[in-house]
């Protein structure tokens, strides 16, 4: 079992910046790939970003890509998304999640372990 924790949310003006962290309670954190998936309200979870075991690969959602980076650090089980460039459109709950896979996946049915969210809101 994993559990996951994130922090960092918060408001911020659109054009700014914003990281989140989610730090996981298993020391064999670098044994799974992570993923940050986001909700806005009355709309589906979507992918936004994922990160390898290793940190050597990652790969990232379109509406993204450019703005935002996902990085870990192994050596203090925690996983962050660096947002920046940041729209009112991003305006979700952010959740971290974990992967038995080595790779992570776009698809949220390929992870493992979920966190609660956490509440970014973007104000324009």
């Known amino acids: 079992q994993v559990q996951l924790v994130e922090s960092g949310g918060g408001l911020v003006q659109a054009g700014g910046s914003l990281r989140v962290s989610c730090a996981a309670s298993?020391?064999?954190?670098?044994?799974?790939?992570m993923g940050w998936f986001r909700q806005a309200p009355g709309k589906e979870r979507e992918f936004v970003a994922a990160?390898?075991?290793?940190?050597?690969?990652?790969h990232y959602a379109d509406s993204v890509k450019g703005r935002f980076t996902i990085s870990r650090d192994n050596a203090k089980n925690t996983v962050y998304l660096q947002m920046n460039s940041l729209k009112p459109e991003d305006t979700a709950v952010y959740y971290c999640?974990?992967?038995?896979?080595?790779?992570?996946?776009?698809?949220?049915?390929?992870?493992?372990?979920w966190g609660q969210g956490t509440q970014v809101t973007v104000s324009s």
């Open positions: 999640t974990a992967s038995k896979a080595p790779f992570g996946s776009s698809d949220e049915a390929g992870y493992d372990y």
């Open positions: 298993r020391r064999t954190f670098s044994n799974y790939a």
């Open positions: 990160i390898s075991r290793s940190g050597g690969s990652n």
